[in-house]
Nanobody, 116 residues
Framework: QVQLVESGGGLVQAGNSLRLSCAAS????????MSWYRQAPGKQREPIAT???????NYADSVKGRFTISRDNAKNTMYLQMDNLKPEDTAVYYC??????????WGQGTQVTVSS
């Protein structure tokens, strides 16, 4: 079992930055990859950034060059640095952890609102 708690969401103006955090606890050593997803009103939840064991990362085209995913293993925390935010980035952001043969675990989500 893995427990995930997101923090760092809020209201910002377009062009500004936010950093989201995801604190993990439980069977952390079993985690194969961690990701950030987001869900905008009326839309499906979508993956935007993934970091796998070893440090390789992947990004959705919509955030590439603006968002950076990272992981601090000493603090059991994953981050999403979001720069040059746009109104279309407004969504609930979710932390996800995947464990092979176990499945996916989710945090409760944190709201990010970007005003124009």
């Amino acid at each position: 079992q893995v427990q995930l708690v997101e923090s760092g969401g809020g209201l910002v103006q377009a062009g500004n930055s936010l950093r989201l955090s995801c604190a993990a606890s439980g069977s952390i050593s079993s985690i194969n990859s961690m990701s950030w997803y987001r869900q905008a009103p009326g839309k499906q939840r979508e993956p935007i950034a993934t970091i796998i064991t070893g440090g390789n990362t992947n990004y959705a085209d919509s955030v590439k060059g603006r968002f950076t995913i990272s992981r601090d293993n000493a603090k059991n925390t994953m981050y999403l640095q979001m720069d040059n935010l746009k109104p279309e980035d407004t969504a609930v952001y979710y932390c996800n952890a995947y464990i092979r043969f176990k499945g996916a675990y989710w945090g409760q989500g944190t709201q990010v609102t970007v005003s124009s």
